[in-house]
């Protein structure tokens, strides 16, 4: 082996070592190590770099902006609510989450679906008080599982089963043939997780749970006449379940209603009284079929969804003291509504109208954009500060965004349009139908990953062309002198191995010639061994950046290294064995 392999083999362990022990940031480490294999001269600038164009990291890229035309119209919360459920435990949230993210994932490349509900879980996760880091790892292993059920689940499968056309003889596989070996994967999957999860999950709170404001808001909703909460019980529209918000009481034809049942059933101009801390109040505002009680909302000349929140405490200089905020005229003045007043804990009773400002006061506003930065060095506030990147969502554009995403889907289910170009021509209809905008759509992308995603292309290509990938392959099936099960095992693991260091297309494109061989040469036939690698490439569970999916989450979660380490090393054990007990029982010799 000559220095270049043994190089980008040392490079690749100090990676691996950085990941796991230290808590510097993923996208620095592979950046580190793909700087040191270029300044060595193993592979080429354009070799190092080609991750950045990849057809895969660019995909990536753009459904995030896809995406974010379901998060801004609300179309994530549908997705809740008609396609997740309400979970009974965790376990049981696990189990709902991952079925149809399985199922979706075997006729889906797994990428966009996870993209999908990644948004999507983690407003589920907050409604119902679960945690995040329980539930995305077995997002990104359930849509991994999905995709080996069929020829089209994943791209890893359609190019071991071109090279199987090409180099083997092979007719190929069907589309539903892999489900023979793709569903007791799975299902081994969700046992494992469902039975051991508790023990191998990590339980992490979030940020925004651990830092949680001691000020408590008070906010006045309407139950939109006609709207989709008309008619439903305050439980099954998930007004019991915002953390850190007390629905205090119902006022209904000048009555109010304390001491709220979870089975009251809303009416049409209900006015809900909320207590919360700015995070639930503020995602009171995304909820279908509440509007702010205060109509002055409505009167500012600007879309809602155009609009910010703010927080801004009132100074002892502020020109309204003493006068309610219907009398000082504050929407006139400042061009924003108030839509939550709190005030050293105290709860207030009036109507925010009604209320008398007080220096200290905190504020929370609807405002265009711009109000930061004009009230930034006013007399009238201590503070003001945005809350986020935090709006109001276009809920009545949902439609379109779901529409939108259906038919990207089915552009490529069919065959129409490669994943590429069907989610820039997605992500081109959100921005043009306004599901989202040029700048919500430009924050998108998680840079993060993407760099992740694209540096580990340019280490996958050193460990490739220095021939650290071929001797490593190569020196494990070697191990098996003669014997079919133990070399198609050491296939798997092999395989698996390389999946973790590198990618899963790069994996299956380098092992393949080397099983071909093996089989060659034992006179037994390649297919099983192409199925095995099939699974084992797309079985990478052991580390974050083994797959994409997984690196999608890695942010999201909180996750550290050493997390997919505890759960993904057992279960790639327990995949192999499914897969190398069952295949040649499928397939045989």
Sequence with gaps: MEWQALFSLGVVVFCFAMLALSRVSPDIVTTAALTLILLAGVISPQQALAGFSNQGMLTVAVLYVVVSGLTETGAVGWIVQNLLGRPRSPRHAQWRLMLPVAGLSAFLNNTPVVAVFVPAVQDWARRHRLTLSRLLIPLSFASIAGGTCTLIGTSTNLVVNGLLVERGGSPGLGLLELAWIGLPVTAALFAFILLFGRWLLPDRDPVRESLESVREFTVEMLVEAGGPLVGMRIKEAGLRQLPGLFLVEIERGGEALPAVSSQERL???????????????????????????????????????????????????????????????????????????????????????????????TLLLESPPGFGQRQRNSRDYFLVSPIGDSHPLRHERAGIAISIVLGMVLCVAFGWLSMLKAALLAAGLMIATRCTDGGVARRSPDLKVLVVIATSFGIGAALAESGAAHWLGQGVVSLAEGNAVLSLALVFLATAVLTAMATNNVAAVLMFPIAMATAEGMHVSVLPFAVTIMVAASASFATPIGYQTNLMVYNAGGYRFGDFVRIGLPLTLLVGLVTVGLVPLIWGF
């Design 267 to 361: 009416q049409g101009g209900d006015r809900l009284v909320f207590a919360g801390v700015p995070d639930s109040v503020v995602d009171l505002q995304k909820i279908h079929g509440l509007v702010p009680a205060t109509s002055q909302v409505f009167k500012i000349d600007q879309a809602r969804s155009e609009r910010r929140f703010f927080e801004a405490v009132v100074s002892d200089s502020h020109p309204l003291l003493g006068k309610t905020v219907r009398e000082g005229g504050f929407r006139t003045r400042y061009n924003a509504v108030i839509i939550g007043i709190a005030r050293n804990g105290e709860r207030l009773k009036q109507k925010i109208g009604d209320v008398i400002l007080h220096p200290g006061d």
